[in-house]
């Protein structure tokens, strides 16, 4: 038994030791340049959480008013493309500044639940929309990465994100505004290949602002979709955001 122990401490301290062993450094000078730029490609998921208005009074054609109650939710994750560019500045040997110009694709998927109406099967009436939203992001994020081992080197990142929003049908149940901006935290890994850097990253962004557009319900021309868009009293973008970025 005592010879059993003895074989696993050795085993145990030999993976040990060849785990902090050295190896060749590929583009061992990379991060010494002041200024260096990429290209970043990824996916995102976006989302939205809606503060709901509740029962709401409306006019009906005729001149009555009827209560009414429409709770709206973002109830599926629709995978989007990401592309853009990165330019990447030293600031010393653990902190840099980096500007990542991107384009989001992607959409968000509502369900409006109207609890006043339901069907003959005794089911609350529900209607859709698809949100399909294209972003022109601007963040400029703070990285800091801890020493490089080998060829690795992880790092945690922070930012602010000023967006634009290109899409928005005139006569959808919701619009957004034009201009959002978001927090963003992550973190990644720089991992140096023979001939270039490439580095995987994942990144939580939150909308600091009032994404809807308030002013959408004056210019619904069907008098039955007001009811929806007024359902909602505040919105906030989120998304989840996969990217590789190539230097």
């Not at 005139?170 to 505004?177: A, C």
């Amino acid at each position: 038994m005592r010879r059993l122990q003895t074989i696993i401490l050795f085993s145990a301290l030999t993976a040990s030791m060849s785990a902090q062993e050295r190896t060749v450094q590929n583009k061992p000078y990379i991060d010494l340049r002041p200024l260096h730029f990429g290209i970043s490609v990824g996916m995102n998921m976006q989302d939205f959480e809606f503060e709901n208005v509740g029962p709401q009074t409306i006019t009906l054609s005729d001149g009555t008013q009827q209560v009414r109650t429409i709770l709206c939710d973002a109830d599926k994750w629709n995978p989007g493309f990401s592309v853009g560019v990165v330019a990447e500045a030293r600031l010393n040997s653990q902190l840099s500044l980096r500007f990542n110009p991107t384009m989001h694709f992607g959409a968000k998927h509502l369900t409006f639940k109207d609890m006043d109406n339901i069907d003959e099967s005794g089911k609350i009436t529900e209607t859709t929309q698809d949100l399909k939203s294209t972003y022109i992001s601007f963040p400029l994020d703070l990285k800091f990465s801890a020493p490089r081992f080998n060829n690795h080197r992880p790092y945690i990142m922070a930012g602010i994100n000023p967006m634009i929003n290109l899409t928005g049908k005139d006569q959808d149940f919701i619009r957004l505004k034009r201009w959002d901006t978001m927090i963003e935290v992550g973190m990644g890994c720089d991992l140096y290949l023979p001939f270039f850097k490439i580095i995987p990253e994942l990144k939580f962004c939150y909308s600091l602002t009032d994404c809807l557009d308030k002013n959408h319900v004056n210019e619904l021309r069907d008098e039955n979709l007001k009811a929806f868009t007024n359902s909602v009293r505040r919105g906030q973008n989120k998304m989840i955001v996969l990217t590789f970025y190539f230097e």
